[in-house]
């Protein structure tokens, strides 16, 4: 349970890391500057930083592991929404 409370904590730096430079590329494949393209950015740190406001006293009052489930659950959910085309 640790090892997979340390992963998810590594989450957002991987996933800024992971982004960053690809930014050019996606910014020519969808025809929009880059500093345009950094909204999506500013948009999950910020998202980011208010969902602890509310998950930490959640955490607290149901358990960790719950919530981290529950999370995980639907980010399962949204990937697989995500990644399969639509007719």
Known sequence: MLFLLAALAALGALATNIILPAFPAMGQDLGVSVREL???????????????????????????????LIGLSYLAQVSHQTSTPKP
Do not use: E, I, N, Y
């Not at 909204?39 to 919530?67: E, I, K, N």
């Open 38 to 68: 950094s909204a999506t950015l500013t948009s999950f740190f910020l998202s980011f930083a208010l969902g602890q406001l509310f998950v930490g006293p959640l955490s607290d009052r149901f358990g960790r592991q719950r919530l981290v």
